[in-house]
C-alpha cells in the first residue's frame, strides 16, 4: 500500500530557507496519471496548496508563494521536496504532502510541524 | 485565486442532517466539475469524502453526498454521528495546474 512521509527539521530560523522531503514507499513515484503535492495548514486556518510537481519534474505553485518555493522530484529516490525561502513566522505550519490528479487529493501523509523562530 | 468561502462553524444534533457550503468563481467551482470533499482530525491526514462534486470513493458512506449549484458546492452530511465531528474543507481545481482549497468549516455534533 502506497504511504508517504514527510521529513526534515521541525524548527526554522526567520529568514533562512524551510526545506522538507517526502517519501513514497510501497509504490513508485513515476506514476504518470498523478501530481505530488504540498499543503499546509498554520495554526487556526484552513488547508493551503502550495504547490506539485509531475513525475517529468514539471511544476505549479501557489501565485502567492510562487517567488519563494521550489518543489523538485528524484524519481530514482522516490521521493520529492519542497524548498521555501526567506521564512517568517507567518510560515509556521504543518506541512502535508499528498498526491493528487486535477480532480482530487487521494493520499496524504501524517504532516510535520515547522515553527519558524529564532 | 482567493481560498473558497466555506462556513467556519456548524452544528447538528446526532441523526440529523446538515450541508457545508463552498463557494467560489467561475473560474473554480463554477467552471470545472472537480470539487472535491476531505474530513479533517487535528493532528492526522485529511479523507477523502467527494470526489467530482458529487462521487464517493469505495469505502465512504451513503450518508456523505455532495452537489453543485453554479459557482458554490455543496457537502451534505445525514444521520449525524459522534464521529462525525470535525474539519471539513472542500477543494477546488482553478485551471492551469491550481488547486484551491475552501478555509474550512468545523462541524460540532450535539
Known amino acids: 500500500q502506497l504511504q508517504l512521509q514527510e521529513s526534515g527539521p521541525g524548527l526554522v530560523k526567520p529568514s533562512e530557507t524551510l526545506s522538507l522531503t517526502c517519501t513514497v514507499s510501497g509504490g513508485s513515484i513515476s506514476i504518470t496519471t498523478y501530481f505530488w503535492a504540498w499543503v499546509r495548514q498554520s495554526p487556526g486556518k484552513g488547508l493551503e496548496w502550495i504547490g506539485s510537481v509531475y513525475s517529468s519534474g514539471r511544476t505549479f505553485n501557489n501565485p502567492s508563494l510562487q517567488s519563494r518555493v521550489s518543489i523538485s522530484v528524484d524519481t530514482s529516490k522516490d521521493h520529492f521536496s519542497l524548498r521555501l525561502s526567506s521564512v517568517t513566522a507567518a510560515d509556521t505550519a504543518v506541512y502535508y504532502c499528498?498526491?493528487?490528479?486535477?480532480?482530487?487529493?487521494?493520499?496524504w501523509g501524517q504532516g510535520t510541524l515547522v515553527t519558524v523562530s529564532s | 485565486q482567493s481560498a473558497l468561502t466555506q462556513p467556519a462553524s456548524v452544528s447538528g444534533s446526532l441523526g440529523q442532517s446538515i450541508t457545508i457550503s463552498c463557494t467560489g468563481t467561475?473560474?473554480?467551482?463554477?467552471?470545472?466539475?472537480?470539487v472535491s470533499w476531505y474530513r479533517h482530525h487535528p493532528g492526522k491526514a485529511p479523507k477523502l469524502l467527494i470526489h467530482?462534486?458529487?462521487n464517493r470513493p469505495l469505502g465512504i458512506s451513503y450518508r456523505f453526498s455532495g452537489s453543485k449549484s453554479g459557482n458554490t458546492a455543496s457537502l451534505t452530511i445525514s444521520g449525524l454521528q459522534a464521529e462525525d465531528e470535525a474539519d471539513y474543507f472542500c477543494?477546488?481545481?482553478?485551471?492551469?495546474?491550481?488547486?484551491?482549497f475552501g478555509g474550512g468549516t468545523k462541524l460540532t455534533v450535539l
Open positions: 467561475s473560474s473554480d467551482v463554477g467552471g470545472y466539475n472537480y
Open positions: 467530482d462534486v458529487d
Open positions: 477543494c477546488s481545481y482553478a485551471g492551469r495546474g491550481i488547486m484551491l
Open positions: 499528498a498526491r493528487h490528479t486535477e480532480r482530487f487529493f487521494d493520499l
